[in-house]
């Protein structure tokens, strides 16, 4: 038997994640055991011993963690982004870790598309997966001559700081417990979510995410897949196969809309109700025309509307809401193409590849090889 040494936070979800994608991969290979407990035991940290493991999964949070392993050869996986990519590169460590600046830039596009032109982001001041998040989103938003206030605290939120923001506000948080801790905050301070103040976290915790009031939106971050991909790298390692650190980046796997984010911002309540009426429809084969009749407006005023306050057309919209759906069906469910195209409103499938192809650059079934979780036996 191979035998594994993890040191793996289960604290959180994404290290809970990384750990159900390692175990697939492990079950599928058939001849590993893990011989460790996780980094954090009840009562104290424990450490492993060359001796007694042939490969190691771990989140690396210091060179001085792994100077023994590395010293004996032992191959090694690191699944976390505490230290940051020339850190990593320094201490020669092949690892495998969500796409941080994806997760950033994706909440950024969520949060906007909603109407807001306020932003705020709250995380932790030193370790990276929350810095480079951060900076994707800050960047965006500044880009677009938004502002975006930014509070980095370790394990904290600022009543105050949340007082102070500019409403209505959108606040990403680097993970969902920043997410309870800003719903927490926004408690003391007074200030009301959704209405006030949106909130964003990463990881769908689902453990945290229903028990915190209002529910909270979360993006799907790719903990599982992680796992499974660093089992595939860690038998690289071990057959000689990769002799140059790598990082491997996975993609997020999705956002999920709850309560925290029920919101749309348009000061136009022509457009607020047209686009509540295609999100509520983004399954029924509906076109400008039912879009125009249920506001009562005229179609060239309402396309007027939409271009001032979204940007982009009716019909535009009513894609974007079909695809954003389609990719959640792509993602998530097994269904074949045929019956994703008429669950998001399209007559054909051939119509929906079309569509596909046009709004993402890739062909619906080149996006669930990439993003759905899979292991080749």
């Not at 209002?214 to 390692?237: H, R, T, Y």
Request: positive net charge; aromatic residues 6%.
């Amino acid at each position: 038997m191979i035998r594994i040494g993890l040191q793996v936070d289960l604290i959180g979800s994404y290290g809970r994640d990384v750990l159900r994608g390692l175990i697939q991969y492990a079950n599928l290979a058939g001849n590993w055991e893990f011989v460790r407990p996780s980094m954090y035991g009840v009562e104290r940290k424990r450490k492993m011993h060359s001796g007694q493991i042939d490969a190691a999964v771990m989140m690396v949070h210091s060179a001085q963690s792994i100077k023994t392993l590395q010293r004996a050869k032992v191959p090694i996986v690191n699944v976390s982004h505490t230290l940051d990519a020339a850190a990593l590169h320094r201490l020669k460590l092949h690892s495998v870790l969500p796409d941080d600046e994806g997760i950033g830039r994706a909440a950024y596009a969520y949060l906007r598309e909603r109407g807001f032109r306020s932003f705020a982001f709250c995380g932790h001041p030193t370790v990276a997966w929350s810095r480079v998040r951060q900076n994707a989103f800050a960047d965006l938003a500044r880009a677009d001559g938004c502002e975006c206030s930014v509070s980095l605290m370790a394990d904290a939120v600022s009543a105050a700081w949340i007082a102070q923001l500019p409403k209505p506000v959108a606040l990403f948080t680097a993970n969902d417990r920043y997410a309870w801790l800003a719903v927490d905050a926004c408690r003391t301070a007074g200030v009301k979510v959704p209405e006030q103040l949106a909130i964003l976290g990463v990881d769908d915790d689902l453990l945290l995410v229903d028990l915190v009031r209002p529910s909270l939106s979360s993006i799907k971050s790719s903990g599982f897949q992680v796992g499974v991909e660093a089992g595939a790298m860690l038998v690289d390692l071990l057959n000689g196969e990769v002799v140059e650190p790598r990082i491997r980046l996975v993609p997020l796997q999705g956002i999920v809309t709850r309560n925290s984010c029920e919101v749309l911002t348009i000061g136009d309540e022509a457009v607020v109700s047209a686009v509540q009426f295609i999100r509520k429809s983004a399954a029924n084969p509906i076109g400008v025309r039912e879009v125009v009749a249920e506001v009562m407006l005229s179609r060239r005023n309402l396309e007027r509307k939409f271009q001032t306050v979204l940007g982009r057309s009716i019909l535009q919209e009513i894609r974007r809401v079909r695809i954003d759906r389609a990719c959640d069906l792509l993602r998530d469910t097994d269904f074949d193409m045929p019956a994703i195209a008429r669950g998001c409103g399209f007559t054909s499938h051939v119509r929906f590849s079309t569509v596909f192809q046009q709004q993402l650059g890739c062909a619906p079934t080149a996006f669930r090889r990439k993003h759905r979780v899979t292991v080749v036996r």
